[in-house]
Structure formats: C-alpha cells, structure tokens
C-alpha cells in the first residue's frame, strides 16, 4: 500500500507563485510515475503533469506548460510541482497520483493511477 501526502497549497494573487509537494509512503517506493491532477468546482479532474519516475522525464497540460514545473527527488519519495505566473483559472483542489506499474505509455488520465494523495487547495484571487 502506498500513501500519498500533498503540502503547499494556500491562497495567492495572480501572477505569484506556490510550490506543492507530494511525499511518498507505505512501501518500497518505484513508480513508473508520478503525476499531478487538478478539480475545480463543478469540473472534472483535469491533469496538469507528469514525470516519468526512473527517467524523469516530463509532460504538461497546454494550459500550463511554461508556467508550471514538475520535478521529484527519488531518495526523498516526493515530487513537487512549482507554480509561477499564476492565475485566478488555476485554482482547484491539486491532487498528486501514482502509477505504480509500468505500461508502456505516459498515463495523463486518471483512471490509469493507482494511488492518490488527499488533494491540496488552491486558490487564486485576481
């Protein structure tokens, strides 16, 4: 079993910036890879970013490449994900997943995470 923690959220202007972080626990700790989702009031979830964990490599939604970063610290189990140049259109509740298994492509939807954090509020205010 694995547990997943988010920190970091809280309330920001537009244009400032947050850093969430996502810590891993539960288990010897090898995703295929870790991602970030987002869910607005009345919305479905949305995916915002992914890493590959071995690889590290990185994958965005449109709507934030250039402004959100996704990296992880493999010996710390945690991914985080930096936010800058926010906007009022970004808040949501952020959630972090895992896929634990490998399965040959980059998962960017939900249904294909196994575990997922408890999810951590942001809020944007213009």
């Known amino acids: 079993q694995v547990q997943l923690a988010e920190s970091g959220g809280g309330l920001v202007q537009a244009g400032g910036s947050l850093s969430l972080s996502c810590a891993a626990s539960g288990r010897t700790f090898s995703p295929y890879a870790m991602g970030w989702f987002r869910q607005a009031p009345g919305k479905e979830r949305e995916f915002v970013a992914v890493?590959?964990?071995?690889?590290?490599?990185?994958y965005y939604a449109d709507s934030v490449k250039g402004r959100f970063t996704i990296s992880r610290d493999n010996a710390k189990n945690t991914v985080y994900l930096q936010m800058n140049s926010l906007k009022p259109e970004d808040t949501a509740v952020y959630y972090c997943?895992?896929?634990?298994?490998?399965?040959?492509?980059?998962?960017?939807?939900?249904?294909?995470?196994?575990?997922w954090g408890q999810g951590t509020q942001v809020t944007v205010s213009s």
């Open positions: 997943a895992a896929r634990i298994y490998y399965s040959g492509y980059v998962p960017f939807r939900p249904r294909e995470y196994n575990y």
């Open positions: 890493i590959t964990w071995s690889a590290g490599n990185t």
